[in-house]
């Protein structure tokens, strides 16, 4: 992973503040209203991504992770923490590019080589004990 942009305090807010109304939005495309964010369990990577754990409206949770990767999310009782919340957006990333590939379009080709890239980065991060 190469050295991460030093950003001041008030940036590092404002990347939490922009990638919080991403996944909400996500969310709310799919139909899912957010009421909260669980915090304690709530990680961050600033810049690279954030696994928001939110509240919905259903009194349900789930995990989202958005920022320099596809925005997704997975029910909150398939990943214990965000630790294995990432580890889960992994192997779905690479199931998704596998199904991917087999498509004829060159564009869902592209997004699968995304997919994989990110999918491997997640990876990477997931296995440093170091970062949670």
């Not at 259903?58 to 580890?87: F, M």
């Not at 995304?114 to 997640?122: D, G, K, P, T």
Request: aromatic share 12%.
């Amino acid at each position: 992973m190469s050295k991460l942009p030093q950003l001041t305090d008030e940036e590092k807010q404002q990347w939490l503040r922009d990638k919080y109304q991403v996944a909400t939005k996500f969310l709310a495309d799919k139909g899912l209203v957010t009421v909260s964010v669980s915090d304690a369990d709530s990680r961050y990577i600033i810049p690279l991504f954030s696994v928001w754990k939110l509240n919905l409206i259903d009194k349900t949770s789930v995990w989202v992770i958005a920022g320099d990767l596809p925005t997704d999310y997975i029910e909150d009782n398939v990943a214990k923490d965000a630790r294995e919340a990432v580890r889960h957006f992994s192997y779905k990333w690479q199931m998704q590019a596998d199904q991917l590939l087999q498509a004829p379009s060159n564009e869902q080709h592209e997004f699968a080589n995304i997919l994989v890239s990110r999918a491997e980065n997640l990876y990477d991060i997931f296995t440093k004990d170091e970062i949670w």
